[in-house]
């Protein structure tokens, strides 16, 4: 210090200000660049210098950075919307029409937070596609997987507890629906939803609940597990996209560039251009809002957000029990273990960066996601007009011929098939590959019947005839 | 074990301890708010001789049906689906209720003809007095079948068989202050 003060006269008041901030000006070499990237709080979630090869945009089709700016433009929003929202049953709809009627661009705020909120749970779902599909999952990056699927629940919720909101049919009665399902849940399920809506019907307690989760409790802890998550993929290094039966890289011998300018300037690029695009979308379609909530009379038919009509679809067959806690638990339960088993650890079995794995691998998916489709639609119409499975069961309660039953048969079902590919000489790997596949498509499948093969008392019909 | 050994022990202690103390204070307090109001009352909804047999009348407010039987039995149905508490519907045309949001439906006794509904629809305590028909919405009596037990008949109008039908209903008696409305 005595030094500097020593050559000349003190930088003014403004220079040292800003020096106070920013240490080192901006960067003219590698070296500089380098530095700035570690020394940088924000900046230093990413690594000083990072493989040619990972910044391919077929590899991560930029997902990720997609997730944050829609992230961003969710908390940006969120904000301007807290300041106009009465969170009462008896105002709560009248200040969404005063908002989207009377404030200055209040309907393309409320339309930018809505489809982003529905953006981000479909961006979510296809990074973790891409993630499972080219095996970023395996060693060393379980944990962000994990994290990853952590991240993919809080959206769902948020999402969730986003929609009672505006308090209209929708909000209300699909509140009503998915609090009841606790029901269903042993042991804790009752108290639950005692705590979240206070015992009886959806009402000022609940909405007080929900508000609460939606702006203070998720979108912090969004916000964290997103920035640990983006930090794990420096620590976790990057995984490499590899052609079909490209041996594993030699990553001391790979090509690598600065961070500063490669990847940043690609991330600024594609987050601008989702932003666009998402401005372009919100100004032309505006988010739905029906009329307002009548606790004596839902609509006919009475259907979720399009992204739990899969479920909606999935509770119209089987017993609520088995909806309920079954089918999530298990689902829950294959995607905790997945990174943990999925993988063989001898390094020539490594199929890190390989997209479905293998030339069977792909095969397979195809095959799977056909399966899963084809006989989903089967299944569903089949149950429709031909199954009666409490007849066939005659005098068992419900849950028997509506839930074990069924849902053991499909099980063994799911089990010779995954069995059977091993016969063929398919490894672990691309038989849980088939077997994600299957259900995965036989989820999408129940989705698009449930949003437009579904009309009045929930009955099947041709979207045409709705 | 040493005395490093100790200290490091007794702070991992304590802040485990400090933990959960913050998380049972979190929890406490948020497990004693309360909801306000409850629904449910002893409503008259009307004479008997205002219901027609063969009839299924709605009464949309307070959440039930009162259905009249061939033999001038009286029955209330609660209207809310106990499936996952959707309403129910009255189907004219088909003679059920049927659920807009699973597809559910009943018979006009509130009997299952459809899953997914696990249980019968739940029904609310009907009672007859100096010819008024009273129905307590303030309870929701579960039923894991239905029963002949289940209708009331007006003491003018003679029940099917003798000695059957009770006048009055098993649970709340009118006037006590019920649970509330689930």
């Not at chain 1, 042991?187 to 007080?208: C, H, K, P």
């Not at chain 1, 930090?231 to 976790?236: E, F, G, Y």
């Not at chain 1, 790979?254 to 987050?271: D, Q």
């Not at chain 2, 949001?101 to 009907?126: I, K, M, T």
Request: glycine share 8%; with cysteine.
């Amino acid at each position: 210090m005595n030094q500097d003060d020593s050559r000349g006269p003190q930088p003014g008041l403004l220079t040292r200000v800003r020096r106070s901030i920013w240490r080192e000006p901006w960067p003219e070499s590698d070296r500089g660049r380098v530095r700035l990237t570690l020394n940088d709080l924000i900046l230093h979630l990413h690594a000083p210098r990072v493989p040619q090869r990972a910044l391919r945009a077929t590899y991560s089709y930029g997902l990720g950075i997609f997730a944050i700016v829609l992230f961003g433009v969710l908390g940006f929003t969120g904000v301007l919307l807290t300041f106009t929202y009465t969170p009462s049953p008896n105002d709560a709809y009248a200040s969404i029409q005063t908002l989207t009627a009377e404030i200055w661009i209040g309907a393309l705020i409320r339309n930018m937070h809505h489809w982003s909120g529905n953006l981000l749970l479909i961006v979510s779902v296809l990074h973790l596609l891409r993630v499972f599909y080219t095996a970023a999952f395996h060693p060393p990056r379980e944990f962000n997987w994990l994290l990853g699927l952590g991240l993919l629940a809080l959206v769902a919720l948020s999402n969730f507890t986003g929609y009672l909101m505006p308090w209209d049919q929708l909000a209300y009665w699909a509140t009503t629906i998915a609090t009841s399902m606790l029901n269903y849940v042993p042991v804790a399920g009752a108290s639950i939803r005692e705590f979240l809506v206070g015992g009886g019907d959806i009402g000022e307690f609940a909405l007080r609940t929900f508000f609460a989760f939606h702006i203070v409790v998720f979108p912090p802890l969004l916000a964290i597990i997103i920035s640990y998550h983006i930090w794990r993929v420096r620590k976790d290094t990057f995984s490499l996209p590899r052609a079909l039966n490209e041996p594993p890289l030699d990553r001391r011998r790979i090509e690598r560039v600065t961070t500063i300018p490669h990847l940043l300037n690609l991330e600024i690029g594609l987050a601008l251009l989702a932003l666009a695009l998402l401005i372009a979308w919100s100004t032309w379609v505006p988010a739905p809002l029906e009329d307002a909530a009548n606790p004596t009379h839902p609509p006919n038919p009475a259907k979720a957000a399009w992204y739990f009509m899969g479920f909606q679809e999935l509770l119209l067959h089987f017993h609520p029990a088995f909806v309920t806690v079954v089918i999530p638990g298990l689902t829950l339960l294959g995607l905790f273990l997945l990174p943990y088993t999925d993988a063989d650890p001898r390094p020539e079995r490594n199929v890190t960066g390989i997209w479905f794995r293998s030339r069977r691998g792909r095969w397979l998916a195809a095959l799977s996601a056909l399966l899963g489709a084809g006989l989903t639609a089967a299944l569903v119409v089949a149950d429709e007009h031909w199954l009666d499975l409490p007849a066939l069961f005659g005098g068992l309660p419900t849950a028997i011929s509506n839930g074990a039953v069924p849902i053991g048969a499909l099980a063994l079902g799911l089990v010779v098939y995954y069995w059977s590919l091993g016969r063929q000489g398919a490894t672990r790997s691309e038989r849980n590959l088939a077997l994600f596949t299957l259900l995965f498509a036989a989820f999408l499948t129940l989705t698009v019947i449930g949003v437009f093969f579904r009309g009045e008392n929930m009955a099947l019909v041709l979207p045409w005839n709705r | 074990m040493t005395r490093r050994d100790f200290f490091g022990l007794t702070w991992r202690v304590l802040t485990a301890f400090t933990a959960g103390q913050a998380a049972c204070i979190g929890l406490r307090f948020l497990a004693s708010r309360k909801a306000e109001g409850s629904f449910g009352e002893v409503l008259i909804a009307g004479l008997s001789g205002d219901f027609p047999l063969e009839t299924v009348t709605p009464f949309e407010q307070a959440r039930f049906f009162l259905i009249r039987f061939a033999d001038g039995g009286f029955l209330a149905l609660s209207s809310t689906c106990p499936h996952l508490a959707c309403v129910v519907g009255w189907d004219t045309a088909r003679r059920r209720f049927a659920c807009p949001c699973h597809g559910s439906e009943f018979e006009r006794d509130g009997s299952v003809v459809n899953p997914p509904a696990p249980r019968p629809l739940d029904r609310f305590a009907v009672l007859i007095e100096n010819d008024r028909v009273k129905v307590d919405t303030r309870q929701a009596l579960r039923r894991t079948s239905v029963t002949p037990e289940d209708l009331v008949y007006a003491p003018t109008t003679p029940p099917p068989a003798p000695g059957a039908a009770p006048a009055t209903l098993d649970s709340t008696a009118p006037g006590q202050p019920g649970p509330g409305y689930r």
